[in-house]
């Protein structure tokens, strides 16, 4: 099974960047189709972007479309999520997931990190 743990959260001002890692273990992550998420105060987790086991194909939410870029290195089993121009209301906690099936449901899934807080300050 493969375990997920996300880094690189901060405090950045709008208009900023900060690039998210999530490293695996105990599997290849070369595997699973890898999902971001994002879960801001008192909202439910959102889509933000995917990856495919190859790095090959890629998808994202409407709302970070050309500011966001999901990236793969899977000889350091780790996916990245890079995130430039960043908005106030980018603010909240952020997810890796790993899932079998190139998907964009929350609940297809699983092996989720802790998650790692972005804040944008206006």
């Known amino acids: 099974q493969v375990q997920l743990v996300e880094s690189g959260g901060g405090l950045v001002q709008a208009g900023g960047s900060l690039r998210l890692s999530c490293a695996a273990s105990?599997?290849?992550?070369?595997?699973?189709?890898i999902g971001w998420f994002r879960q801001a105060a008192g909202k439910e987790r959102d889509f933000v972007a995917r990856t495919s086991g190859s790095g090959g194909n890629t998808d994202y939410a409407e709302s970070v479309k050309g500011r966001f870029t999901v990236s793969r290195d899977n000889v350091k089993n780790t996916v990245y999520l890079q995130m430039n121009s960043l908005k106030p209301e980018d603010t909240a906690v952020y997810y890796c997931a790993a899932s079998s099936y190139w998907t964009a449901r929350a609940n297809s899934f699983y092996a989720w990190g802790q998650g790692t807080l972005v804040t944008v300050s206006p």
């Open positions: 105990g599997r290849a992550v070369s595997s699973y189709v």
